[in-house]
């Protein structure tokens, strides 16, 4: 991964990161707080020395920080390729969950105040996935969409700005 990683940085590209809480939270259910998970205020802060950690995004993003810094690489940007929550098909997979999560990570994103290990530089991540995928295998696998394959919206989400 480091010489992958030192391509990167010499043409100076991205690291596209794919970065999904929901199965944190359903593979560590003791471990992950449902709201730290859904970028919701919670009980739940995570500290590593002076930075504070209120979401698991920030978490797993940083997490890709600290070890592209570890090779000396952190002068690599990451890009969150996916992200999401699936609408059904799982424990904490359902639309009200799914639809939290995806205005509260817009919101975020709107914020441009960057994870801890990066403050003040805007995320930028897409979220996973425009439609719902009833060809994918049973359970949460065909429920991240957006909208379903009739282009009904699964949820709302309201426009920022």
């Known amino acids: 991964m480091a010489q ?13 990161l794919q970065v999904f809480p929901y199965f944190a939270r359903v593979n560590y259910p003791a471990d992950v707080d449902l709201d730290f998970a859904l970028f919701r205020p919670g009980k739940t802060v995570v500290r590593d020395g002076a930075r504070t950690y209120l979401n698991l995004f920030d978490s797993m993003t940083d997490a890709a920080y600290a070890a ?6 952190g002068d690599v940007e990451i890009v969150v390729t996916e992200t999401g929550w699936p609408s059904d098909g799982g424990k904490d997979a359902g639309v009200a969950n799914a639809q939290t999560y995806v205005k509260n990570l817009i919101a975020y994103v709107a914020s441009g105040k960057g994870t801890p290990r990066r403050p003040g530089k805007q995320v930028e991540a897409y979220i996973f996935a425009l439609f719902n995928e009833n060809m994918k295998p049973a359970g949460v696998e065909q429920h991240w969409g957006l909208f379903y394959p009739n282009l009904t919206p699964v949820y709302t989400i309201n426009r920022i700005g």
């Open 4 to 16: 992958i990683v030192k391509f990167l940085q010499s043409e100076k590209y991205p690291l596209f």
């Open 68 to 73: 592209l810094e570890k090779v000396g690489a």
